[in-house]
C-alpha cells in the first residue's frame, strides 16, 4: 500500500514562529504536493514539486516554501507563522504524469494563535 | 479561472435513496484527466476514479457510477441505494496535460441520514 505519512496530526503554534510541516513518502514517487484545506474553498495548491529540489508555486505560495532535498521527503515552511495560515495542511504524492492518481496524507490541522 | 465546480456544497439523504454528486470542469487542453475523491471523516482523501478527456464511457463500479459528457463539461458521480458510510465530503479534479498540477473543487459534503 502507498504510503503518505505526514509528522503531525494537529499542531499549536504562536505568531511568528517559524513552523515545519514534514512529509514522506514510501512508493518512490516523483511529484509531491502541498495543499492546504479551508471550508468552502476545497483545496487549494501551495507547492508542488516534480523531482528533488525542483519546486513550482501553486496558487497561493505567498507566506509559504518548501523543500525537497531527498526524493522521498517534502517539507511545508512557514517562515512566520500567521493567524490566516490556520488551517489543514494536506500532502500528496503521485507519479510523474498528469494522469496518474494522487496519493494524501492524513492531514495536519495547524492552528497559529 | 475557476477550473472545477461542484455547485452543491452540501447534500442530504435518507439510507437507500439515490444521489448524484456534480462537477462541471473548464479547460482548454484537449488531453486532460478527471478524477473523484472522498474524504471521510477521517480526513484521508481516498481516489474513486479517473477518466481521459479521450474516453466518455460512463463507468459503474458496485454502487457508484459516473456520467463523463464532454458537451456539458461534466462528470458527475452517482451513488446509488446510500448507506451510511458514504457520508463524507466528495471533491472533484482536474489535471491538465500542459500542467503538472491537480486542481480541486470546492467539495460537496454527503450526509447519508438511517
Known amino acids: 500500500d502507498v504510503k503518505v505519512t505526514q509528522s503531525s496530526r494537529y499542531l499549536v503554534k504562536r505568531t511568528g514562529e517559524k513552523v515545519f510541516l514534514e512529509c514522506v513518502q514510501d512508493?518512490?514517487?516523483?511529484?509531491m504536493f502541498w495543499y492546504r484545506q479551508d471550508p468552502g474553498l476545497g483545496l487549494r495548491l501551495i507547492y508542488f514539486?516534480?523531482?528533488?529540489?525542483?519546486?513550482e508555486k501553486g496558487d497561493i505560495p505567498e507566506g509559504y516554501s518548501v523543500s525537497r532535498e531527498k526524493k522521498e521527503r517534502f517539507s511545508l515552511i512557514l517562515e512566520s507563522a500567521s493567524t490566516n495560515q490556520t488551517s489543514m495542511y494536506l500532502c500528496?504524492?503521485?507519479?510523474?504524469?498528469?494522469?496518474?492518481?494522487?496519493?494524501f496524507g492524513q492531514g495536519t490541522r495547524l492552528t497559529v494563535v | 479561472a475557476q477550473k472545477v465546480t461542484q455547485a452543491q456544497t452540501e447534500i442530504s439523504v435518507v439510507e437507500k435513496e439515490d444521489v448524484t454528486l456534480d462537477c462541471v470542469y473548464e479547460?482548454?487542453?484537449?488531453?486532460?484527466?478527471l478524477f473523484w475523491y472522498k474524504q471521510p471523516p477521517s480526513g484521508e482523501l481516498v481516489f474513486l476514479i479517473r477518466?481521459?478527456?479521450?474516453?466518455?464511457q460512463n463507468e459503474i463500479s458496485g454502487r457508484y457510477s459516473w456520467n463523463f459528457q464532454k458537451s456539458t463539461s461534466s462528470f458527475n458521480f452517482t451513488i446509488t441505494a446510500s448507506q451510511v458510510v458514504d457520508s463524507a465530503v466528495y471533491f472533484c479534479?482536474?489535471?491538465?496535460?500542459?500542467?503538472?498540477?491537480?486542481?480541486f473543487g470546492t467539495g460537496t459534503r454527503l450526509t447519508v441520514i438511517p
Open positions: 500528496a504524492s503521485s507519479l510523474l504524469g498528469v494522469n496518474t492518481e494522487a496519493f
Open positions: 512508493m518512490d514517487h516523483e511529484n
Open positions: 514539486s516534480y523531482d528533488v529540489k525542483m519546486k
Open positions: 479547460t482548454r487542453d484537449t488531453t486532460y484527466y
Open positions: 477518466r481521459n478527456s479521450f474516453d466518455e
Open positions: 479534479a482536474l489535471s491538465e496535460a500542459s500542467a503538472n498540477n491537480l486542481f
